[in-house]
Each structure stands twice: as C-alpha cells, then as structure tokens.
C-alpha cells in the first residue's frame, strides 16, 4: 500500500510570490510516481506535473517544479510568480502498479493580490 | 475532445434509494477508476477496472457496485444510499497501467438525506 501525507491544510502567497506545497509518501514499491493534481472551485481534477522516481532530475512545467527527495520520501512543489488562477486546492499523488492513485489529504492555496 | 464525461452532476437521494452514476470515455483507455472525495480529504478509490469485463475493488467498496460491458462505459451503481455515501464522485481514465496521468470527469455531488 503507499500513504501520501500534506501536512498543510491551507497556505498563502502574495501575488507575484513564490510559495512551496509540501508532501511525503511512503511506498513499498521500488518503480513508482508522483504527481501534483489542482482543483479549482470547478472540481475539475487538473494535472500540474508527473515525476517518474527512477528519474534523479526534478520536474518542471512552466512556473511549476518540483523538489523530489526520494530518500526522504519528500516531493514538494514549488510555484513561482503566483498568480491569481493559481488559487485552488493542491494534492498530492502517487501511483505504482495498476495505476491506482492514492491522494493526500490537499493543501488549499490562497493567492492575495 | 470531451475526455471522460459523468452524468448526472448533482443528486440528491433519499436513504433507501438506489441509483447509478455514469462515466463514459472516448480515448480508448483500458483503465478506469471510480473515487469518491469527502470533505477534508482527498480521493480514495472505488472500485477499478483494467478493462471490459474486469472490475476490482478499491479501498472502500462497500456499498457500491460497478461493471464493464464496454471499453468505453464504466457506470458505478449505489444500493439502499446510506448517508455515509454523501461526497463528491468522481469518474477517471489513464491509458496505461502505470505512471500516465489519470484524466478526471467533473465530478458528481451526491447528497443522501
């Protein structure tokens, strides 16, 4: 089975900020991966960014990157330049064999113009 | 590109009542899942399935019952609603068994009162 905890419910950033979401996993698996998902007031589930764990280098899209310190089961993702659309709820993923997602609990970002 | 599609978006039932949630796909994805999101938490799984005619369950099956007669369809059906049934469904496609990103439908509120 794999956990995936965020330990902030809720955080701010000041537009224009840079602001980092926390996340630790644990997992059995040896060959696995991680995502950040975004839910805005919509619902709709939006994928942020994908790391593959076999991979060292860390993920980036655009203002979105990723901090993958897979020793310490760590995977925090960092968005810069925030903007006002970047104001949702945040989860952190992970899946292994069968794809099955398991989901942290989701940090809800505010951003403050 | 519709992706994955639910029906309805909102319900509400009445304790006892029984009903069947829709999820239709049309980017021939063997994999489906069905999750439920309650407040404060993030998604847990239903049920899956890795393709027509084979279904599996989740992490919190009770209560529910799915089916895969078509690569495309897979419909979630609630038994005798219970109250501990009220969350948010939501409906999700990846095209392989492992590490792709899971497309999400928009959800469905169901209310059980």
Redo the contacts between chains.
Sequence with gaps: AQT?T?SQ?EMSVQEAETVTLSCTYDTSES???L?WYKQPP????I?VI?Q?AYKQQNATENRFSVNFQKAAKSFSLKISDSQLGDAAMY?C?S????????????TSLTVIP | NAGVTQTPKFRILKIGQSMTLQCTQDMNHNYMYWYRQDPGMGLKLIYYSVGAGITDKGEVPNGYNVSRSTTEDFPLRLELAAPSQTSVYFCASTQSHRGTEAFFGQGTRLTVV
């Design positions: 995936v965020q419910p060959d696995y991966y995502f919509s619902r709709q589930m994928l994908r593959e989860f993923a899946t292994a064999t069968g794809n099955q997602f398991y989901f942290g609990t989701g």
